[in-house]
């Protein structure tokens, strides 16, 4: 009877997903970087092949990925997973990128190092330094594919820190084709490739817009992924997880029906009060974050203007606090734009002939 009870109150009662698989997880707001749950999330662990976000985001940012490129004698170093290429074929960077991430080749990622940077070394240097750009404190690179080295070494980052750079990696245009591609045919100078996405999810989860796999033996299961729906846009990122294509579906599910989008400030409607500039001030991007429905009320924000004097046209003056319950949460950067605020004053300032002759001119 005890034995039937257990098994009734499993049924029953939702177990959260990380206590069943995950060593540590994390549930991303896309557009604020407000983490919704998550448990160990700042534990560093291996990443493995969810490595190749970084590796494809430095290639993107630093080479003309439309350049072609002939494979070298370097690529014949690669093992694991790989796209097969080949010493002297000839094919663009950009198809390079496509197998790096669809098919998680190895033997890309040693070429995307050379082509980019001139080495491996090199390379990682510019990953490292992007990493501390994001935030991504927790962070160290090793490699550019997630492979371990023979001494059991490898790259290694946090749940948290990879959010992060996907939430970055996302802002990009030709890296968010490339992670949402199911599918990708090329032909090089000696074959055609067919390469098909290895994130199950973009076919499994209809809400999917990319992601990046990662496995070996010692870090397990790792996995990164994005989906939106209902303009809601989450990030999931799962290390140590032999579930975690079933888990990130059920975590989604779950936050996004418990969260709703909330617009906190409006960049078209935005102002400040009692702030005296040279023109007026102004955020480039609308405010949204994901709250449930007993956060809403709990909004408040603190503005932290910079005092008044001349500044440049589009200089930054201040900054929105955005706070959840007293804890800030995101914070916004405030800017002037003086140009707008010049003209208006120049064409009050006018008399009445000034403006008779700039009508005439119109008109004519």
């Given at each position: 009877m005890k034995k039937i009870i257990i098994l009734f109150l499993l049924i029953v009662i939702p177990v959260k997903v990380c206590a069943l698989s995950a060593s540590s997880y994390v549930v991303m707001d896309y557009d604020s970087k407000r983490i919704l749950e998550?448990?160990?999330?700042?534990?560093?662990?291996?990443?493995?092949?969810?490595?190749?976000?970084?590796?494809?985001?430095?290639?993107?940012?630093?080479a003309d990925i439309n350049q072609e490129i002939e494979i070298s004698k370097d690529v014949l170093k690669a093992y694991g997973?790989?796209?097969?290429?080949?010493?002297?074929?000839?094919?663009?960077?950009?198809?390079?990128?496509?197998?790096?991430?669809?098919?998680?080749?190895?033997?890309?990622?040693?070429?995307?190092?050379?082509?980019?940077?001139?080495?491996?070394?090199?390379?990682?240097?510019?990953m490292n330094e992007k990493a501390k750009e994001i935030g991504m404190n927790n962070t160290l690179f090793i490699n550019n594919h997630g492979l371990e080295d023979s001494d059991g070494n490898g790259n290694t980052s946090t749940a948290y820190d990879m959010a992060l750079l996907m939430q970055y990696a996302m802002h990009n245009d030709i890296f968010k084709e490339v992670t949402k591609s199911k599918r990708y045919v090329v032909k090089s100078s000696y074959k055609t490739y067919d390469w098909y996405?290895?994130?199950?999810?973009?076919?499994?989860?209809?809400?999917?817009?990319?992601?990046?796999?990662?496995?070996?033996?010692?870090?397990?299961?790792?996995?990164?992924?994005?989906?939106?729906?209902?303009?809601?846009?989450?990030?999931?990122?799962?290390?140590?997880?032999?579930?975690?294509?079933?888990?990130?579906?059920a975590l989604y599910e779950e936050n996004f029906k418990k969260y709703n989008l909330v617009t906190i400030l409006n960049k078209n409607l935005f102002s400040v009060n009692d702030v005296t500039y040279n023109g007026k001030v102004y955020i480039k991007d609308d405010v949204k974050i994901l709250l449930n429905?007993?956060?809403?009320?709990?909004?408040?924000?603190?503005?932290?203007?910079?005092?008044?004097?001349?500044?440049?046209?589009d200089s930054q003056v201040g900054s929105a606090k955005i706070k959840l319950?007293?804890?800030?949460?995101?914070?916004?950067?405030?800017?002037?734009?003086?140009?707008?605020?010049?003209?208006?004053?120049?064409?009050?300032?006018?008399?009445?002939?000034q403006k008779l002759i700039d009508f005439l001119i119109f008109w004519r």
């Open positions: 998550g448990s160990n999330i700042n534990e560093k662990k291996l990443i493995a092949s969810t490595t190749k976000i970084m590796s494809a985001i430095i290639a993107i940012e630093n997973s790989a796209i097969y290429i080949e010493v002297g074929e000839k094919l663009k960077l950009i198809d390079l990128i496509y197998g790096l991430m669809l098919r998680s080749g190895n033997d890309a990622a040693i070429e995307i190092a050379r082509v980019v940077s001139g080495s491996m070394d090199e390379f990682v240097k510019k996405n290895k994130n199950r999810l973009l076919e499994e989860y209809k809400y999917t817009i990319g992601g990046k796999t990662g496995y070996t033996k010692k870090a397990k299961r790792t996995l990164v992924t994005i989906a939106s729906k209902d303009d809601k846009t989450i990030i999931i990122v799962t290390l140590n997880d032999p579930n975690d294509f079933n888990n990130h579906k429905n007993n956060e809403e009320d709990k909004i408040s924000i603190d503005y932290e203007m910079y005092p008044s004097g001349n500044y440049n046209n319950d007293n804890e800030v949460i995101e914070t916004i950067p405030i800017y002037l734009k003086v140009n707008d605020y010049k003209e208006d004053n120049n064409n009050n300032n006018k008399n009445w002939l």
